[in-house]
């Protein structure tokens, strides 16, 4: 049975090996999610140390997909923090461990992210990926919005790939005060 749960500050250190080992899978597996293979464990360890930070200080959520109590998933929103972008937010590092996909897990991911932006007034939701991956299908299937395609813009292995930026209004904006 699958659990998605929000991650605290209280559970971040205890979390962070997990997560870290997450990411690491997921770049060295092929993922295109800002760092290029093979991903040195504490590389993967910084970058999620900084993440769970952000997330104490309130300026982003990290949901964690557990499987029989193992981390196998996470995803992260970050809240926008200028003026005016209080109603939006970024998904960002939707990841699934290898060992752990095919089971519907990164589209509970994606519909408690939502509903973490909604908790948290955000009514309109960005990301990106690369053309062609599982995770466009995805966002497409989950009424993501194509706003466009950039053209080689993200470095991989062999080559680069075109990014896809998707969009989701999930309600109205709050009106202006």
Request: aromatic share 6%; with cysteine; glycine share 8%.
């Amino acid at each position: 049975m699958v659990q998605i749960e929000r991650l605290t500050p209280r559970d971040a250190e205890t979390a962070l090996p997990a997560l870290a080992e997450l990411l690491k899978d997921a770049v060295d597996g092929g993922a295109s999610v800002s760092f290029l293979p093979p991903l040195p464990l504490e590389e993967a360890a910084r970058f999620w140390r900084q993440a769970l930070q952000a997330m104490a200080e309130g300026q982003r959520v990290v949901l964690v997909a557990r499987l029989e109590g193992a981390l196998v998933g996470v995803v992260t929103l970050d809240l926008a923090r200028v003026p005016n972008g209080a109603h939006r937010a970024e998904v960002q590092k939707l990841l699934v461990h290898s060992r752990a996909r095919g089971q519907g897990i990164g589209e509970r991911l994606m519909r408690a992210v939502e509903e973490a932006a909604l908790e948290a007034g955000r009514t309109l939701l960005v990301l990106d990926t690369c053309r062609g991956y599982t995770a466009e299908r995805l966002y497409r299937r989950l009424g993501w919005v194509e706003a466009g395609v950039i053209p080689n813009f993200a470095l991989e292995p062999n080559g680069y790939c075109d990014t896809v930026i998707f969009y989701k209004q999930l309600a109205a904006p709050p009106p202006r005060a």
